[in-house]
């Protein structure tokens, strides 16, 4: 009201000196009678602006017997309730953040259900049209090959002469020959499985030849690596064309045929390079993604295993780096780069990789474990949970799938618990690997919160 009585007058002010100008231009050529009515004029004006003025000094003290009224009610308010204004901001404002956080996280609760079940919807779709069209064994492969004998005098033939012929095809070898008393049977153990291919081939035929010493074996050794090089070069090109990925550079072939003697939790490396190509290309094709690019990464993702005892670094990397020196493409490199998470997805065709991978290697049968790896696991998949405040107990289920977290109630509430479970489901994307997904539920009340990494 301020404002608007200290405009009006301010234009008052403005008209009566308009006005005054007016009159003393005018006042030689008017008649009196005129200058009488414009006198008249200007001291209705100027009375006006006196008003006007009485009337701004009101309000301003009105203003001001308000404000001392203000001052002596917060007083008193301040005496009623005991606390000063700062106490009482600070109250406000530590509810306004308890009505946050609780907004939060029910919009992360809304979010998260939303986005699941039309996640899910999308990806159960994707992955019925991919798997459908995909028939694949479930075979378990070993680090041991065994060479049956005709009879059990061959034991003694294949030892020789203080032991100097298992000497020799162990040294040429590089596996280990185990004879014992299983009647009929030589084991060949080794975790190179080229290496026990090409034992396994020599001792099949220094036994049908029948002539056994260590010249021979050192001759029919180089016979068999010799032809396993050849095979590889046939396997690799074979399961190019298989995967249906076009011309492939010779080396990058050779390595492709090197991992059809290499296994992974007992699954044929080669074997699950193929498949992932072929899930790969199918789900690329739902997605509208770059089928070619999916194949090929597909099908070399894992060929860093046929020379990561030779070369340092994660398996990953170094497939990608002996890519990129034999001319594939750079969204392919990356590709084969970051089905580890090596290196951060920035693709499509990646992500591809990713679960196509996943899937071969998740399916019902196809891959073993070990006790020790399973039970590690287990520990570690507790111990990333129990390192969060009021967490009770934790348990690990259906082999490491699902987590069940149980909170204790008086430290942790509904909202916290949501978040929570987030929390935990983002370490464990972030510390651990392994193919497939891990449900996490946190238990408050009887009431369950979910997150599903």
Same mark, same amino acid.
């Given at each position: 009201?301020?404002?608007?009585?200290?405009?009006?007058?301010?234009?008052?002010?403005?008209?009566?000196?308009?006005?005054?100008?007016?009159?003393?231009?005018?006042?030689?050529?008017?008649?009196?009678?005129?200058?009488?009515?414009?006198s008249?004029?200007?001291?209705?004006?100027?009375?006006?602006?006196?008003?006007?003025?009485?009337?701004?000094?009101?309000?301003?003290?009105?203003?001001a017997?308000?404000?001392?009224e203000?001052?002596?009610?917060?007083?008193?308010?301040?005496?009623?309730?005991?606390?000063?204004?700062?106490?009482?901001?600070?109250?406000l404002?530590?509810?306004?953040?308890?009505?946050?956080?609780?907004?939060?996280?029910?919009?992360?609760?809304?979010?998260?259900?939303?986005?699941?079940?039309?996640?899910d919807?999308?990806a159960?779709?994707?992955?019925?049209?991919?798997m459908?069209r995909?028939?694949?064994?479930? *075979?378990? #492969?070993?680090? !041991?090959?065994? +060479?049956?004998?005709?009879?059990?005098?061959?034991? %003694? &033939?294949?030892?020789? @002469?203080?032991?100097?012929?298992?000497?020799?095809l162990?040294?040429?070898?590089?596996?280990?020959?185990?004879?014992?008393?299983?009647?009929?049977?030589?084991?060949?153990?080794?975790f190179?499985?080229?290496?026990?291919?090409?034992?396994?081939?020599?001792?099949?035929?220094?036994?049908?030849?029948?002539?056994?010493?260590?010249?021979?074996?050192e001759?029919?050794?180089?016979?068999?690596?010799?032809?396993?090089?050849?095979?590889?070069?046939?396997?690799?090109?074979?399961? *190019?064309? #298989?995967?249906? !990925?076009?011309? +492939?550079?010779?080396?990058?072939?050779?390595?492709? %045929? &090197?991992?059809?003697? @290499?296994?992974s939790?007992?699954?044929?490396?080669?074997?699950?390079?193929?498949?992932?190509?072929?899930?790969?290309?199918?789900?690329?094709?739902?997605?509208?993604?770059?089928?070619?690019?999916?194949?090929?990464?597909?099908?070399?993702?894992?060929?860093?295993?046929?020379?990561?005892?030779?070369?340092?670094?994660?398996?990953?990397?170094?497939?990608?780096?002996?890519?990129?020196?034999?001319?594939?493409?750079e969204?392919?490199?990356?590709?084969?780069?970051?089905?580890?998470?090596?290196?951060?997805?920035?693709?499509?065709?990646a992500?591809?990789?990713?679960?196509?991978?996943?899937?071969?290697?998740? @399916?019902?049968?196809?891959?073993?474990e070990?006790?020790?790896?399973?039970?590690?696991?287990?520990?570690?998949?507790?111990?990333?949970?129990?390192?969060?405040?009021?967490?009770?107990?934790?348990?690990?289920?259906?082999?490491?799938?699902?987590?069940?977290?149980?909170?204790?109630?008086?430290?942790v509430d509904?909202?916290?618990?949501?978040?929570?479970?987030?929390?935990?489901?983002?370490?464990?994307?972030?510390?651990?690997?392994?193919?497939?997904?891990?449900?996490?539920?946190?238990?408050?009340?009887?009431r369950?919160?979910?997150?599903?990494?």
């Amino acid at each position: 009201m301020e404002i608007l009585l200290a405009g009006i007058a301010g234009a008052l002010a403005v008209a009566v000196v308009a006005l005054v100008a007016l009159r003393d231009r005018t006042t030689a050529r008017e008649p009196a009678g005129e200058r009488d009515g414009l006198s008249a004029a200007l001291s209705d004006l100027a009375e006006r602006q006196r008003l006007l003025a009485g009337q701004v000094a009101e309000v301003g003290a009105e203003r001001a017997a308000l404000e001392a009224e203000r001052a002596t009610q917060t007083t008193a308010l301040e005496r009623i309730a005991g606390l000063s204004a700062s106490q009482a901001k600070a109250q406000l404002l530590e509810r306004l953040e308890e009505e946050l956080r609780h907004e939060h996280a029910r919009a992360i609760r809304r979010s998260e259900e939303e986005t699941r079940h039309d996640a899910d919807r999308r990806a159960r779709s994707i992955l019925a049209a991919a798997m459908q069209r995909i028939a694949a064994g479930h *075979a378990a #492969e070993t680090t !041991v090959s065994a +060479v049956p004998l005709a009879s059990d005098d061959m034991k %003694g &033939r294949i030892i020789g @002469r203080e032991g100097r012929n298992i000497r020799a095809l162990e040294t040429l070898t590089g596996i280990d020959i185990i004879i014992d008393d299983t009647p009929g049977l030589v084991v060949l153990s080794g975790f190179d499985g080229m290496r026990r291919e090409i034992a396994r081939l020599t001792l099949e035929r220094l036994l049908l030849d029948g002539r056994v010493h260590p010249a021979r074996i050192e001759e029919v050794f180089y016979q068999c690596r010799s032809e396993i090089d050849n095979r590889v070069i046939e396997v690799g090109e074979q399961a *190019a064309f #298989e995967a249906g !990925v076009g011309t +492939v550079h010779p080396e990058l072939v050779k390595l492709l %045929g &090197r991992l059809h003697y @290499r296994t992974s939790y007992g699954q044929n490396v080669l074997a699950h390079s193929i498949e992932c190509a072929r899930l790969a290309a199918l789900i690329a094709a739902e997605l509208g993604a770059n089928q070619t690019a999916s194949r090929r990464a597909a099908l070399l993702h894992d060929i860093g295993k046929a020379v990561s005892h030779e070369v340092d670094g994660p398996h990953a990397l170094v497939g990608g780096e002996i890519a990129r020196r034999h001319g594939e493409p750079e969204a392919v490199v990356h590709a084969m780069e970051a089905h580890h998470n090596e290196v951060d997805v920035q693709t499509v065709e990646a992500v591809i990789v990713q679960i196509a991978d996943a899937l071969s290697g998740a @399916r019902p049968g196809a891959r073993g474990e070990s006790l020790e790896g399973y039970v590690k696991r287990m520990h570690d998949l507790e111990q990333i949970a129990t390192r969060h405040d009021g967490v009770e107990k934790v348990y690990a289920m259906q082999a490491g799938r699902e987590l069940r977290i149980i909170v204790r109630p008086e430290a942790v509430d509904d909202d916290q618990a949501t978040i929570l479970s987030r929390q935990i489901a983002r370490d464990l994307e972030r510390e651990l690997e392994y193919a497939g997904q891990i449900k996490v539920t946190v238990i408050r009340e009887s009431r369950a919160i979910d997150y599903a990494k």
